[in-house]
C-alpha cells in the first residue's frame, strides 16, 4: 500500500524549475524526517535533500544552491522547489518518510512511487 503521493514532475529545459510534491495519506499519523531521493539509469538511488520534523536542512553537494525542500507539517507534506535544472538532474525522484501509521505503534520507512523528472539540454 502506498502511503505516500508524488506530484509535480515532467520535462523541462535547462536552466527550468519544477516544483514537486509528495503528500501523505489519511493512513499516517505521524512523521519524523522526510526527503527526496532520485535514480537515474544506470546509477544507485541517491540521496537529494531532507528535512527534520523541526525544519532543519540537509542537501546533496550536487544540488546546493539549486534545489530547496521544505515541509508543512499541518498537510503533512514535503515539498521540492528545484531551479536552474540540468539534464545531469534527470532522473525518478523519489519521496521518502519516517511515518507513523494507523494502528501501529513505531515508526517505519515508506517510500513514494517516483515521479519523473527530465531536464533537456
Known amino acids: 500500500q502506498v502511503h505516500l503521493v508524488e506530484s509535480g514532475g515532467g520535462l523541462v529545459q535547462t536552466g527550468g524549475s519544477l516544483r514537486l510534491s509528495c503528500a501523505a495519506s489519511?493512513?499516517?499519523?505521524?512523521?519524523?524526517?522526510m526527503g527526496w531521493y532520485r535514480q537515474a539509469p544506470g546509477k544507485q538511488r541517491e540521496l537529494v535533500a531532507d528535512?527534520?520534523?523541526?525544519?532543519?536542512?540537509n542537501y546533496a553537494d550536487s544540488v546546493k544552491g539549486r534545489f530547496t525542500i521544505s515541509r508543512d507539517n499541518a498537510k503533512n507534506t514535503v515539498y521540492l522547489q528545484m531551479n536552474s535544472l540540468k539534464p545531469e538532474d534527470t532522473a525518478v525522484y523519489y519521496c521518502?518518510?519516517?511515518?507513523?501509521?494507523?494502528?501501529?505503534?513505531?515508526?517505519?520507512?515508506?517510500w513514494g512511487q517516483g515521479t519523473q523528472v527530465t531536464v533537456s539540454s
Open positions: 521518502a518518510a519516517e511515518v507513523l501509521l494507523k494502528g501501529s505503534s513505531w515508526f517505519r520507512d515508506s
Open positions: 528535512i527534520t520534523s523541526g525544519g532543519s536542512t
Open positions: 489519511e493512513s499516517i499519523i505521524g512523521i519524523n524526517d
